[in-house]
């Protein structure tokens, strides 16, 4: 894959995916302007990448090094990348994802590592990763294609790893979408869970939050596929990012979900409510004519039945997908083939 995006316009599959945006707009640094982060390293801006009114990414360099294997997040100094900023420092520690790793006996672990991170300019904070490959969402709309129920459960089952470590870490990450899942091919694929932007400390201390209504921005994220408890905006907790990963399964696998077309957050909230208690109904929708997956029966069935400060039995979700994987004769070895 090419050194690509970290973030990309809220545009998922072949439905429109708004994005709630309460930071401020930011303005492009000059290419080949340089950026000093809190170690002293210097950065070299070389190719802007992607640009939304919040969000600059640039491919960037060390000086004196050809080559660009970096990207560079830039964004507003107090906006929501202050909050990605903490969640990385706190619960995504390099030594502290090597550990788990070795303690679970895996071989990799898809969370960002975060290299470097400044001020600049008075007004920007910015963050540094190694490149990550390409953006799901950018490998679909260039497949032009919906994903195998395969490749689907290979990912998912991915995810739920990093998802079981940020939970295990007393964070949930809030925006889970095709822009925020990064993939690199090769041998193995990589599958890399980005964008901590709405990250959420739903259990500081060890003491779960508790469930309150409007106590936050109500639908902040990606709106096609955040929780309905987002919707209501109440705090997220560890049913939200299951719960959201069960709607970007169906949109991959489907390429659509009953509220793909509406465009107001409050009506998409709604539909989410109708069918939180009537998962065949959600299936039968998203599936039409064809045969329903009974793995994501399995899985939807259990995560829309969780309790707020409810703890998942992430063993048993992902038994239950890889269980399919290899009736379907893939396995958690081979490459995504998409």
Request: one cysteine or more; proline letters at 4%; hydrophobic letters at 35%.
């Amino acid at each position: 894959c090419n050194t690509s995006l970290l973030c990309e316009c809220a545009v998922a599959g072949r439905g429109k995916a708004k994005k709630a945006k309460h930071a401020p707009t930011v303005e492009p640094l000059q290419e080949g302007e340089e950026v000093t982060d809190t170690t002293g390293q210097k950065w070299k801006l070389m190719k802007l990448q992607s640009q939304s009114m919040t969000e600059l990414i640039y491919e960037v360099s060390r000086p004196n090094s050809k080559e660009s294997n970096h990207i560079l997040k830039l964004a507003a100094k107090d906006g929501k990348i202050f909050n990605e900023q903490n969640f990385l420092q706190r619960a995504a520690k390099p030594a502290s994802v090597e550990k788990w790793i070795r303690q679970n006996k895996m071989d990799f672990l898809g969370i960002p590592s975060c290299v470097g991170f400044g001020l600049h300019a008075d007004s920007y904070r910015f963050l540094i990763f190694p490149s990550m490959g390409q953006s799901l969402h950018s490998v679909t709309e260039q497949e032009n294609e919906l994903l195998s129920e395969k490749v689907v459960l290979q990912l998912a089952c991915r995810i739920l790893d990093v998802l079981q470590y940020i939970h295990s870490n007393e964070y949930v990450h809030a925006d889970i979408s095709a822009e925020n899942i990064y993939i690199t091919q090769g041998q193995k694929s990589q599958v890399y869970l980005v964008g901590y932007c709405h990250a959420f400390r739903y259990c500081p201390g060890g003491q779960h939050v508790e469930y309150r209504e409007a106590s936050r921005t109500p639908h902040e994220g990606t709106v096609e596929f955040i929780s309905l408890d987002a919707h209501k905006g109440a705090a997220p907790s560890r049913r939200s990012d299951l719960q959201s990963l069960g709607y970007c399964m169906l949109h991959w696998h489907t390429g659509t979900l009953p509220w793909t077309e509406l465009t107001q957050p409050d009506q998409v909230a709604t539909e989410k409510h109708r069918y939180m208690e009537d998962v065949e109904a959600l299936l039968s929708h998203c599936f039409g004519k064809k045969k329903v997956s009974s793995a994501f029966h399995t899985y939807l069935t259990a995560v829309m039945t969780l309790q707020y400060s409810e703890q998942p039995d992430y063993s048993a979700l992902k038994t239950g997908l890889s269980d399919a994987l290899l009736k379907l004769g893939g396995s958690m070895e081979q490459p995504l083939s998409i």
